[in-house]
């Protein structure tokens, strides 16, 4: 903050601390409207302070414990064997997984859960005033309420998974935990659905971390997860599944009162982000939610120029603060146009036609659409409709945020 303690303050201080009889230093940064520095989110680098703990420690021999954004411990490590600390503190991947130092001590890195700096279920929980949890880890916060061994099942069932989400795979690793006999089939390619495809925006790539950990420990599990395979009648035949588990999230929704939504140049930002579509180098972004303005992001960082519009009087309102703080400082960097309190009237071959704050025409190759998604629930409710035993999760249940996802998949592995 401005007029704050610098570096070189806290060296002139230390020695002084020192002499008094301290037993080590524990060097971190930021108050609270620097929030960022305290509990830093995925737009801040790895081991970001090491620098400082090295600079403390040339000015005492005390130990020197460095902490901020260490979700690995291999960079921990390579910042101890730098000589830069003498011990790391791990805050929040704690949270994300307990077992961090075991797993580590045995090398199973395949086997971590590492977290992604979202700030959700942590510090997101805590500012409003409910108890603290992790998004990826369903038993943080809830030890005794859900013990660490699954319950086995007295009857073991044969369960299908549709759907390579976040829910789908948090469903299939519980419910085999539990004993279940389970398959997952996937009709894309890659498994973690609309999770995987927010990995793609600037500084959201370790979400795909998570996916192949669900991934691996299906692994470890023996459950088959079957690729590029879409379910159909006959193959539930086939399979004959005591139940289903439909996990097959959500669809983009294309507001079709707007004149032109269905033209050839609208795509949405799931297209995208999927690389299923290439964008002009001028390009309208419609819905400025967290996931609109993480495609303005990407596409401002690969050199388009970006209008962000949105019908509100701000943008990421569904994002935590400090991940948000990081959205709107790389939007700023990137040059990203956004418009406010603004809608759209219109959209033609070649603009936008906009009014409210902004009254006007903007110029526009490609216009893509991010106003929310509406569950997938056709496959769930004919197969009901047959007298199958059908479960509904995640987005497909209701359209939220990954913590619902995976909880919803963890109690429903538990309960069958």
Same mark, same amino acid.
């Given at each position: 903050?401005?007029?704050? $303690?610098?570096?070189?303050? *806290?060296?002139? %201080?230390?020695?002084?601390?020192?002499?008094?009889?301290?037993?080590?230093?524990?060097? +971190?940064?930021?108050?609270?409207?620097?929030?960022?520095?305290?509990?830093?989110?995925?737009?801040?680098?790895?081991?970001?302070?090491?620098?400082?703990?090295?600079?403390?420690?040339?000015?005492?021999?005390?130990?020197?414990?460095?902490?901020?954004?260490?979700?690995?411990?291999?960079?921990?490590?390579?910042?101890?064997? +730098?000589?830069?600390?003498?011990?790391?503190?791990?805050?929040?991947?704690?949270?994300?997984?307990?077992?961090?130092?075991?797993?580590?001590?045995?090398?199973?890195?395949?086997?971590?859960?590492?977290?992604?700096?979202?700030?959700?279920?942590?510090?997101?929980?805590?500012?409003?005033?409910?108890?603290?949890?992790?998004?990826?880890?369903?038993? *943080?916060?809830?030890?005794?309420?859900?013990?660490?061994?699954?319950?086995?099942?007295?009857?073991?069932?044969?369960?299908?998974?549709?759907?390579?989400?976040?829910?789908?795979?948090?469903?299939?690793?519980?419910?085999?935990?539990?004993?279940? &006999?389970?398959?997952?089939?996937?009709?894309? !390619?890659?498994?973690?659905?609309?999770?995987?495809? @927010?990995? /793609?925006?600037?500084?959201?790539?370790?979400?795909?971390?998570?996916?192949?950990?669900?991934?691996?420990?299906?692994?470890?599990?023996? /459950?088959?997860?079957?690729?590029?395979?879409?379910?159909?009648?006959?193959?539930?035949?086939?399979?004959?599944?005591?139940?289903?588990?439909?996990?097959?999230?959500?669809?983009?929704?294309?507001?079709?009162?707007?004149? @032109?939504?269905?033209?050839?140049?609208?795509?949405? +930002?799931?297209?995208?982000?999927?690389?299923?579509?290439?964008?002009?180098?001028?390009?309208?972004?419609?819905?400025?939610?967290?996931?609109?303005?993480?495609?303005?992001?990407?596409?401002?960082?690969?050199? #388009?120029?970006?209008?962000?519009?949105?019908?509100?009087?701000? %943008?990421?309102?569904?994002?935590?603060?400090?991940? #948000?703080?990081?959205?709107?400082?790389?939007? &700023?960097?990137?040059?990203?146009?956004?418009?406010? +309190?603004?809608?759209?009237?219109?959209?033609?071959?070649?603009?936008?036609?906009?009014?409210?704050?902004?009254?006007?025409?903007?110029?526009?190759? *490609?216009?893509?659409?991010?106003?929310?998604?509406?569950?997938? *629930?056709?496959?769930?409710?004919?197969?009901?409709?047959?007298? $199958?035993?059908? $479960?509904?999760?995640?987005?497909?249940?209701?359209?939220?945020?990954?913590?619902?996802? %995976?909880?919803?998949?963890?109690?429903?592995? !538990?309960?069958?």
């Amino acid at each position: 903050m401005t007029g704050g $303690r610098t570096i070189e303050d *806290t060296k002139a %201080i230390v020695p002084y601390l020192d002499k008094a009889g301290i037993s080590y230093v524990h060097v +971190s940064a930021g108050v609270y409207r620097s929030f960022d520095a305290v509990i830093p989110s995925m737009y801040t680098p790895h081991a970001w302070i090491a620098d400082l703990a090295a600079s403390v420690k040339q000015v005492t021999n005390l130990p020197i414990i460095t902490v901020g954004r260490y979700s690995d411990p291999r960079i921990a490590e390579e910042v101890l064997e +730098s000589g830069k600390a003498d011990i790391v503190a791990f805050g929040r991947q704690s949270l994300a997984d307990p077992d961090t130092p075991n797993k580590a001590r045995e090398g199973r890195f395949d086997d971590l859960k590492t977290c992604l700096g979202c700030n959700h279920g942590c510090v997101g929980n805590l500012m409003q005033n409910i108890p603290g949890s992790c998004v990826l880890n369903p038993r *943080t916060g809830n030890e005794f309420q859900y013990s660490e061994q699954a319950p086995k099942a007295k009857q073991p069932k044969n369960v299908m998974v549709v759907g390579a989400g976040p829910a789908g795979l948090s469903a299939a690793i519980s419910a085999a935990q539990c004993g279940h &006999k389970v398959s997952v089939f996937e009709k894309n !390619r890659w498994a973690g659905g609309q999770f995987r495809l @927010g990995a /793609v925006p600037p500084a959201k790539g370790e979400m795909v971390n998570f996916i192949n950990w669900q991934l691996n420990e299906l692994k470890k599990l023996d /459950v088959p997860v079957n690729f590029e395979t879409e379910v159909n009648e006959a193959l539930v035949e086939k399979e004959n599944p005591e139940v289903i588990i439909a996990a097959t999230g959500a669809t983009p929704i294309i507001p079709k009162k707007i004149k @032109g939504s269905d033209g050839s140049n609208v795509v949405t +930002s799931l297209d995208v982000l999927s690389g299923k579509a290439n964008t002009g180098a001028n390009v309208v972004v419609i819905g400025g939610g967290s996931v609109g303005a993480e495609t303005a992001n990407h596409l401002a960082s690969n050199l #388009r120029c970006v209008t962000l519009v949105e019908m509100l009087d701000d %943008i990421a309102m569904d994002e935590q603060i400090v991940p #948000r703080w990081g959205l709107l400082a790389d939007l &700023k960097k990137n040059e990203v146009k956004i418009l406010t +309190s603004t809608t759209v009237k219109e959209i033609r071959e070649n603009s936008v036609v906009l009014s409210g704050a902004f009254e006007g025409e903007v110029k526009a190759d *490609t216009i893509v659409i991010s106003v929310g998604s509406l569950p997938n *629930t056709a496959f769930a409710d004919a197969l009901k409709a047959k007298g $199958r035993d059908v $479960r509904i999760i995640g987005d497909a249940g209701k359209v939220g945020l990954v913590a619902k996802a %995976i909880m919803d998949g963890f109690l429903l592995g !538990r309960a069958l």
